[in-house]
């Protein structure tokens, strides 16, 4: 079975500057997404970015970018000038491509990032 | 109302109270899932639902039982919980279960069971 793990329960990081969140899985797939979600406190948890397996460039959004190894199942965020409106808790996602998996995500247990002003 | 809404936001029941829980999604989806979150611990999806129909259920307990009478509302409804129940209930909605969709969140329902 697949397995997400995020190593770091919490991260904190100054405003401006620029910070990496941790997550690793575990998987004998070769056709997969990942996904990093974010919950800002008492709010709905929203999409920042995704990756597809089977493509080698790292994805992008903005000041959100992920550093994708495949080999090393290794699939960090970085977030480039951290701003205090990314404070939030931070989950890793996975998701199989194997239809009878029924495409369910697995959930990483979350990175709490603290923004210092 | 837009996106993915439930409610209560909030909800303090006994262990012998029967209670329903609701959510609503404006972005014409198709798929809906229930997940339970607790502190410090992953996502646990429950149930999913594509087309109205129970296509996921995860072992979970029938004292939940969940309804989705038509691809725009879902209901979880609650009964003889336990303790160890309270949670955030999040809703959420997709086009399809397919690959890549992105999951819509709803705020979720803070429920303490007591």
């Known amino acids: 079975a697949q397995t997400v793990t995020q190593s770091q329960p919490e991260m904190s990081v100054q405003e401006a500057e620029t910070v990496t969140l941790s997550c690793t899985y575990d998987t004998s797939e070769s056709d997969y997404y990942l996904f990093w979600y974010k919950q800002p406190p008492s709010r709905q948890m929203i999409l920042v970015i995704r990756q597809e397996a089977y493509k080698q460039q790292n994805a992008t959004e903005n000041r959100f970018s992920v550093n994708f190894q495949k080999a090393a199942k290794s699939f960090s965020l970085k977030i480039s000038d951290s701003q205090l409106g990314d404070a939030a808790m931070y989950f890793c996602a996975y998701r199989s491509g194997v239809m009878d998996s029924n495409y369910q995500l697995i959930w990483g247990a979350g990175t709490k990032l603290i923004i210092k002003p | 109302e837009t996106g993915v809404t439930q409610t209560p936001r909030h909800l303090v029941m006994g262990m012998t109270n029967k209670k329903s829980l609701k959510c609503e999604q404006h972005l014409g989806h198709n798929a809906m899932y229930w997940y339970k979150q607790s502190a410090k611990k992953p996502l646990e999806l429950m149930f999913v639902y594509n087309f109205k129909e129970q296509t996921e259920n995860n072992s979970v307990p029938s004292r939940f039982s969940p309804e989705c009478p038509n691809s725009s509302h879902l209901f979880l409804h609650l009964h003889t919980l336990q303790p160890e129940d309270s949670a955030l209930y999040l809703c959420?909605?997709?086009?399809?279960?397919?690959?890549?969709?992105?999951?819509?969140f709803g705020p979720g329902t803070r429920l303490t069971v007591l």
């Open positions: 959420a909605s997709s086009q399809n279960t397919g690959l890549s969709n992105e999951q819509f």
